[in-house]
């Protein structure tokens, strides 16, 4: 018995992800148009307002950070500037990746033992 490896067709890879692109694109469209729709075109942390001309710097972010939950009402989007969308990535993603319970046992454990001050008296009293 011989065994036949396979080879992966690469037109049929690329039109795969070509079509996995283009509804990722509409489905980004359809939300981020209905939240244009809804809400001022104000960034929701640091206030910054926004036209026509600088629209593409104004993101749309998925409150519970699931971007397939698309509620037509708009309650799991906020709009961000560019800056405050990655800040919050960045601050959900330290969260998720560190331990609670590890940080909170380094504040209360880490009282300070060392006292730079201790022999000062002596080392000041040598002095005349």
């Known amino acids: 018995m011989t065994l ?7 037109e049929k ?25 809804l809400y001022p075109w104000i960034c929701g942390r640091c206030a910054r307002e926004f036209t026509h ?16 939950d698309n509620p037509s009402d708009g309650s799991n989007w906020e ?3 560019l800056y405050c969308h990655d800040n919050e990535h960045s601050r959900y993603e330290e969260t998720r990746f560190s ?5 909170t046992k380094t504040i209360t454990n880490n009282v300070a033992t060392h006292n730079p001050f201790a022999d000062l008296k002596s080392l000041l009293g040598n002095k005349k």
């Open 13 to 37: 890879l690329n039109q795969i992800v070509t079509e996995a692109r283009r509804n990722q694109e509409l489905r980004e469209q359809s939300y981020r148009g209905q939240a244009l729709k």
């Open 99 to 103: 331990s609670n319970t590890q940080s």
């Open 53 to 68: 001309t600088n629209l593409t710097e104004l993101t749309v972010h998925h409150k519970n950070h699931n971007h397939d």
């Open 79 to 81: 709009l961000l500037c």
């Open 4 to 10: 036949r490896k396979t080879v992966p067709n690469k």
